[in-house]
DNA sequence: CTAGTTTATGCATACGTATGCACGATCGTC
DNA sequence: GACGATCGTGCATACGTATGCATAAACTAG
C-alpha cells in the first residue's frame, strides 16, 4: 500500500540501503545515483516512515509539553513560544493537557517511557509532583519551566518569583495600602509559594503585616478570582487593594469589582502577575508584575535540544530571570477613610 | 539499557511471543503464566515500545490537531475539548499551530506522511487549502472542524453560519439599527463568509442594506476588531452597531470603544460570534452568537476515531448544529439621533 | 603494469513488537 | 486405552529504516 524505500530503489535500480544513504544525505553516494534516487521518492511521492526511522535512531523528533489547562490564557501563551521554537528545532510537539493536581502521572508515564517523545518541557509541575523526576531518571531529558520542584535535579527555567512579590508588596504598601488582602494560587505551586513568601516579606518590612484573614488561595483561574474577590469585599472593612498571584486570577476580581459596582482603582486596586498579552487589553490594562514569558519559553526548548542533541554538559542548569513592574490602571493610593468634606 | 519484551520473557521463563500475547490479555495464554509475565513486567518497570508496536499494527494511537492561532483564546477552548475527547479514546494529541493562511502545508505533510499520526482534526482549514483533500487522498483520515473547505471530500462539523449570521442581522436591524458595521474575518474562511452573507441577507430583508464604507475585514484578532472600531468610529456620521465576525474581535472593539470613550451599548452596540468562555466574563459580557463548540469538538473526534477504527460508512459526514442569539450587556437600540431636549 | 588506496554500492542485520503457524501437552469421549 | 479436539506455548517472520562490513570498481602511485 505505502511507498517504502524498496520502492524507491527499485524505481532507481538501486539497493534499499542506497536509498536510505542518498536521502539522507550521505556523501559516500555518489551524485548520479542520489539524483536519480532522489527523482524517484519525489516522483513516486516517497516519504520515509518516521516510526521505522525512530526505531533505528532511537530518537523521535517529539518534544512533549505538559501544561495543566490549556483554557488558562497564560499557558496559549507559553504554548506559542514553545511550539514555534520545538518546530524551528526540527521537531514535533505532543501536548499534554494533564491537571497534574489530580495525581494522573500514571496516564502520562506509559506514553513517554514507550519513547514516544524525547524530552519533556514540563510548564506547570507541581511541588509534590515526581513526574519530573521520574521521567529523568528514566534517561528522558526533562526542563522545568516556570515552576520548580524541590528535589528534581533538573534543568529549570524560572523567573525570580520571591523578587516579583516584593515588587508588587513594596508597590502596594509604598502607594500607602495597609489592608492589602492576597488571592494566592495553589499550595503546591512554587511560583505561588514564592510569590506569597517576597510578598509578606516586602509588606512586614513596611509594618504592613499581611492580615491573615485577608489571604485566599485559589486554583489560579478566573473563576477563583471573580469569587474570592466578592468574598473580600464584603469584609468590613473591605481590603483596599489586592495582589492576585496571577493575571487571569486578577481579570476575574476586576469582573467581580464591576458586578459589584466597586471602583478600581479608586475604592480597589488589583495587581496581578505574569504580564500576559491580556493584560494590557483596554478593559483591563492591569498593574502586573512581568516575567518574560516568551524568552524563557525560548530558552527552556533550547535547553532541552542542547541536552537531546547530547552538547550539553550533565549537571542540570537552572536559569532564573528577573521580573519587573508594570504600572497601569488598575491601582491607585487607597482613598481617604474619611472622604472629603 | 531500555527494558523490552525479550527481558520480560527471560525474567518469567516463558518466549517473547507469550510475553507479547500477556499483556495484550489474548485468551488463549493460561491465567497462571499471565499473572508470572505481569508480575515480572510490573517488577521489571516494563513498559512496551510503541513505536516498535506502531510499526507492526500500522497504527499510532495519535490524532493530530491542526489550528492556526493558538494564541486566539478561541483555540484553547476547542483544544481542551478535542484533547479530553481524545485522550478519553486512548489517543494522544499531537499539535499543530500552523498559520494556514502562509501556505505551508508542506510543513506538515511529510509528518504525516510519516505515519506519525493516525488521523487529523483541522479546526481552522481555509478555503483556498487543499491539505485536508491532499491528506485524506493519502488514506489519511481527517475531519473537518468549525470551517469548511469548497472541495475536499471529508468529515465535516460546523454550525450554520449562515443562520447565525442572519440571527445577527436580524437583531441589530429590529433593535432599530441603521448604521451597522461589519468587521469580518480572513476572506478565505468559510466561517466569515458564511456569517456575513446571512448577515447581509437579513439586512435586507429588513431595508437596511450594508453599506461598504461600514466594512472592514481582519483576521479574527483582538487587534484586528481594536483597530478597525477606532477606524469606523472616526467616521462621520459613526456607526451604531458593529457586528464582529468572532468574539475575540468583539473583545478587541470593546477595547477600542473603551479607549475612545464611546459608551457600551449606548453609543454603540457590539455583536460577536461564538460565545466562547470569556464573552460572558462580566468586563465584556458581549451579545453573541453561540455555537455549541464543546458538542462540535466532541463530536469531531468521535467522528474520526469511528472512522479509525473502521465502523464508519465510506461516505463522508456533515453535520451542522444550529447557532442561537445569547443577549448580554453590549447590545440596545440605537441612541435617539437628536438626544433629549 | 601492479599494488595499494579510495570510492560507491550491496548484503546482512538490528531495532522491539505482533502474529500466523506448528507443535506438544492435556483433556474428554467412546 | 486410543484418538480427536482443545489448549498453551514457542518458532519464525514481518514491519521499514539505518548502518557496519564486505566487495567491486575506479583510481593513484611507483
Known amino acids: 500500500m505505502a511507498i517504502t524505500s524498496r520502492d524507491i530503489a527499485k524505481a532507481a535500480g538501486v539497493s534499499q540501503s542506497t536509498v536510505s544513504r542518498a536521502l539522507r544525505g550521505d556523501t559516500r553516494v555518489a551524485e548520479e545515483t542520489r539524483l536519480r534516487v532522489v527523482e524517484a521518492a519525489e516522483r513516486l511521492r516517497y516519504t520515509p516512515n518516521l516510526l521505522a526511522r525512530s526505531l533505528i535512531t532511537n530518537r523521535t523528533k517529539t518534544i512533549g509539553v505538559v501544561v495543566s489547562d490549556i483554557t488558562n490564557p497564560f499557558y496559549p501563551e507559553l504554548l506559542d513560544v514553545l511550539h514555534a521554537e520545538i518546530n524551528l528545532s526540527g521537531y514535533r510537539t505532543v501536548l499534554f493537557n494533564e491537571r497534574t493536581d489530580e495525581g494522573n502521572t500514571d496516564t502520562l508515564l506509559p506514553q513517554l517511557a514507550g519513547r514516544a517523545v524525547d524530552g519533556m518541557v514540563f510548564a506547570s509541575a507541581t511541588l509534590g509532583s515526581r513526574s519530573a523526576e521520574i521521567f529523568s531518571r528514566a534517561g528522558l531529558p526533562v526542563v522545568l519551566l516556570n515552576r520548580r520542584v524541590d528535589e528534581a535535579q533538573v534543568d529549570l527555567v524560572i523567573s525570580d518569583n520571591y523578587n516579583g512579590g516584593q515588587l508588587a508588596g513594596r508597590f502596594l504598601a509604598d502607594l500607602g495600602h495597609r489592608r492589602i488582602a492576597l488571592i494566592a494560587g495553589p499550595a503546591n505551586t512554587s511560583t505561588s509559594r ?8 516586602a509588606l512586614e518590612a513596611r509594618g504592613a503585616q499581611l ?11 478566573h473563576q477563583s478570582g471573580y469569587q474570592w474577590c466578592i468574598d473580600l469585599m464584603r469584609l ?13 486570577v ?22 496581578g502577575f505574569d504580564d500576559i498579552e491580556m493584560a494590557s487589553w483596554e478593559v483591563f490594562s492591569v498593574t502586573t508584575i512581568r516575567q518574560p514569558l516568551a524568552r524563557m519559553a525560548k530558552l527552556a526548548v533550547r535547553m532541552l535540544i542542547e541536552r537531546l542533541e547530547g552538547q550539553a554538559e550533565p549537571e542540570p542548569r537552572a536559569v532564573v530571570f528577573p521580573t519587573q513592574l508594570v504600572r497601569r490602571e488598575t491601582t491607585a493610593p487607597p482613598a481617604q477613610e474619611g472622604g472629603t468634606p
Open 236 to 248: 468590613d472593612p473591605p481590603p483596599t487593594a489586592i495582589f492576585c498571584a496571577n493575571d487571569v
Open 194 to 201: 514564592d510569590r506569597e513568601a517576597g510578598f509578606r516579606e
Open 211 to 221: 492580615d491573615e484573614r485577608l489571604r485566599r488561595a485559589g486554583d489560579y483561574s
Open 250 to 271: 486578577a481579570f476575574g476580581a476586576l469582573d467581580a469589582a464591576k458586578r459589584l459596582g466597586v471602583r478600581v482603582p479608586e475604592d480597589l486596586s488589583i495587581l
